[in-house]
C-alpha cells in the first residue's frame, strides 16, 4: 500500500513538473517575442507596416541593419518609396537576385560574366528604389492640384490649416493621403507646422510641392490671405500638370532607346554565344579580351546615361 501511494505521489510530482515546464517554456517564449516586437518598434525610423496582417521575415535581420547607418538609409529609402517591405526582406531578395543572375550568366554566358552579372542584380535593385520613389512623386504630383483645391475650400469655410491637412489625408488617396497623414500626425504630437511641411518636402521633393509647401508656410506667418493663393497654385499646378504629361509623351521613344542600347549589347552577347558555343568563354579567358569586355560594358553605360542626361527636361 505504501509502495502504491509512493507511486502516485512521484506521478504526481512528475507530471506537476511537466506541467510547469510547459508554461515556463510558454512564458519564456511569450516573453521573447513581446521583446522583440518591442524593440523592432523602437529601432523601427519609417512608416508603421501598411498591412498589419502580414507576417513580417527576417525579424532578425531588421534589427541587425537597423544598427546600421546603411541598413538605417535603407529604411528611410523604403519609406519613401511606398513598399511594404522590410530592410531585412529587400536585403534578403536583392541577394536572391544577385545570385540568380550571377549563375544565369555564368551558365549562359561565361565563368567571367557572372560577378559582372551580380554587379548588375545590385544596381537592378538601386534602380528600382529609385525608379519607385520618382513614380511615387509623379503621383504625388499628380494630386497636388486636388490637394491645394481641397485646402483651400476648407480654410474658406472658416478651418484652420492644421484641420484642413487633417481633412485631406481622410479624403485623398495614397500617396497624398499616406503622407498628409503622416504631416497631421507630427502636427498632433506638438512638431510645428514648418518642419511637419519641411519633412514631407525632403521625402518626396519636387517644385510643384517646394511651392506649396513655401506658400502653407508663409500665409502661416504672415497670416495672408490663404483661400487667393491656394486658388492661384490650383491653377498653376493643373497648367504645369498637363506640361509635364506633354513632355513625358514627346520623351517616351528616347526614353525607350536609352534602354534600347543596353539591351541590344546584351543580346549581341547571347548570340554570339549561340551561333558559335564557347567563343565568350575563349574570348574571356585571356586578360585583353576581359579588358575589352569591361570597356565595352563600361562605353554601354556611359550611352545610356547620356541618353537620359540628354533627355531631360526640367519644367
Same mark, same amino acid.
Request: hydrophobic share 45%; net charge positive; charged share 25%.
Given at each position: 500500500m505504501e509502495l502504491h501511494t509512493l507511486v502516485q505521489?512521484?506521478?504526481?510530482?512528475?507530471?506537476?513538473?511537466?506541467?510547469?515546464?510547459v508554461a515556463g517554456v510558454h512564458t519564456h517564449a511569450r516573453g521573447r517575442s513581446r521583446r522583440a516586437a518591442l524593440v523592432d518598434r523602437l529601432s523601427h525610423t519609417g512608416p508603421p507596416p501598411a498591412a498589419p496582417g502580414r507576417r513580417r521575415y527576417f525579424r532578425d535581420l531588421d534589427r541587425r541593419l537597423r544598427r546600421t547607418r546603411p541598413g538605417r538609409r535603407l529604411e528611410r529609402r523604403l519609406a519613401t518609396t511606398g513598399l511594404d517591405v522590410t530592410p531585412g526582406e529587400f536585403f534578403v531578395a536583392m541577394l536572391v537576385t544577385v545570385a540568380a543572375l550571377w549563375l544565369i550568366g555564368q551558365a549562359a554566358l561565361a565563368p567571367f560574366f557572372g560577378p559582372i552579372a551580380g554587379l548588375l542584380g545590385v544596381g537592378a535593385a538601386v534602380q528600382f528604389l &529609385?525608379?519607385?520613389?520618382?513614380?511615387?512623386?509623379?503621383r504625388f504630383i499628380g494630386q497636388l492640384p486636388e490637394l491645394a483645391r481641397i485646402l483651400a475650400n476648407a480654410t474658406q469655410a472658416g478651418l484652420a490649416l492644421r484641420t484642413a491637412i487633417g481633412m485631406a489625408a481622410e479624403e485623398l488617396e495614397a500617396p497624398a493621403g499616406e503622407?498628409?497623414?503622416?504631416?497631421?500626425?507630427?502636427?498632433?504630437?506638438?512638431?510645428?507646422?514648418?518642419?511637419?511641411?519641411?519633412?514631407?518636402?525632403?521625402?518626396?521633393?519636387?517644385?510643384?510641392?517646394?511651392?506649396l509647401v513655401t506658400t502653407l508656410v508663409l500665409a502661416n506667418r504672415a497670416g495672408g490671405q490663404v483661400v487667393s493663393a491656394l486658388r492661384n497654385l490650383t491653377e498653376t499646378l493643373e497648367e504645369?500638370?498637363?506640361?509635364?504629361?506633354?513632355?513625358?509623351?514627346?520623351?517616351?521613344?528616347?526614353?525607350?532607346?536609352?534602354?534600347?542600347?543596353?539591351?541590344?549589347?546584351?543580346?549581341?552577347?547571347?548570340?554570339? &554565344?549561340?551561333?558559335?558555343?564557347g567563343a565568350l568563354a575563349r574570348m574571356t579567358g585571356s586578360p585583353a579580351g576581359q579588358i575589352c569586355v569591361l570597356i565595352a560594358f563600361a562605353l554601354y553605360a556611359v550611352g545610356f546615361v547620356l541618353i537620359r542626361r540628354l533627355s531631360r527636361i526640367d519644367v
Open positions: 505521489l512521484t506521478l504526481g510530482a512528475t507530471l506537476l513538473a511537466c506541467v510547469l515546464a &529609385n525608379w519607385q520613389r520618382q513614380r511615387r512623386i509623379e503622407e498628409l497623414a503622416k504631416v497631421a500626425d507630427q502636427l498632433s504630437v506638438g512638431h510645428s507646422l514648418d518642419d511637419a511641411l519641411g519633412e514631407l518636402a525632403d521625402r518626396l521633393p519636387s517644385r510643384e510641392l517646394v511651392v504645369r500638370k498637363e506640361t509635364r504629361r506633354e513632355i513625358r509623351t514627346q520623351l517616351s521613344q528616347v526614353t525607350m532607346t536609352s534602354y534600347a542600347v543596353p539591351a541590344l549589347g546584351v543580346g549581341a552577347l547571347f548570340l554570339m &554565344n549561340g551561333v558559335r558555343g
